[in-house]
């Protein structure tokens, strides 16, 4: 079993939805990483999502831009962030997973890439505009090598390209909550508990919804009708009103809102 796997086995067992926070490589440097996975997983996290800063990231929302063009200023290319990565991997239980777009993998070579992520211990990869059905060479790459190929489904997409999806991805499913880009959200879309029931009924994969949950009680929400949830933008706005702390302390702020937000300070607060 997979190091992704086994996080959703062990969220099975404690009867919990698998948290998964984002963080953009290189916001505000790259040598925070390990430090910001270190705390996260200190905090509950079960799975990692490291966004891999890139020049025109059409799936993200101003928040992560932001993060994402910090990161760029800060030097952090792909084959850094993978170096990083390797060194998260030995600071975090965490399973990790490289958020990307394809463009900068096409540019190593996706062998190469494969290669690499494999070596930094890198658990699964997630490429937001490489579509299933164009995705095999580097999907099989990852996989002889032992990285599961993540895939995303939406709430548009219909049920011959959420089988292709289930059939190519491993590890899980990423469901979208909503059509457009990622963002803080002030509720939950109408329609999503029969949109992720629709891809739990067509795939046997885990299914992790994210874009836009931003709160708590969305958390919460969220995490009741899917197996994992992903928080990213508001963890990224946290760490970006507080740019001028010193690292260890933007590591304290990152952990202690991924405790607030899956609700593990309130309950340390009453034990």
């Known amino acids: 079993m997979s190091r992704i796997g ?124 490489l579509p299933p059905e164009e995705g095999a060479l580097l999907h099989g790459s990852l996989e002889s090598r032992g990285i599961d190929p993540i895939l995303m489904t939406s709430p548009t997409s219909g049920e011959d390209r959420i089988r292709a999806a289930g059939r190519r991805a491993r590890g899980f499913l990423y469901h979208v909550s909503r059509t457009g880009v990622t963002g803080v959200r002030d509720a939950l879309p109408d329609g999503l508990a029969a949109s992720v029931a629709e891809v739990k009924g067509l795939s046997t994969l885990p299914v992790a919804v994210g874009f836009g949950i931003s709160t708590p009680r969305q958390v919460r929400a969220a995490g009741a009708l899917a197996d994992g949830v992903v928080v990213g933008s508001a963890l990224v706005a946290a760490m970006e009103r507080a740019q001028q702390r010193s690292l260890p302390a933007l590591a304290a702020l990152l ?14 607060g009453r034990a």
């Open 6 to 129: 086994a996080a959703f086995a062990a969220a099975r067992v404690r009867r919990a939805p698998a948290f998964i926070p984002f963080v953009v490589a290189g916001d505000p440097c790259l040598e925070a990483l390990p430090l910001f996975c270190r705390s996260l997983a200190a905090a509950g996290a079960d799975i990692i999502e490291i966004g891999v800063p890139f020049s025109d990231p059409l799936a993200d929302g101003p928040v992560i831009q932001r993060a994402m063009q910090r990161g760029l200023a800060a030097g952090a290319g792909l084959a850094g962030v993978i170096e990083a990565a390797g060194e998260a991997r030995r600071a975090a239980a965490a399973a990790l997973v490289l958020f990307t777009y394809y463009n900068p993998i096409l540019r190593m070579g996706e062998e190469a890439f494969a290669e690499r992520a494999a070596r930094a211990g890198v658990d699964g990869v997630l490429v937001t505009d």
């Open 255 to 268: 952990g202690g809102e991924a405790e607030r937000l899956t609700g593990k300070e309130a309950a340390d």
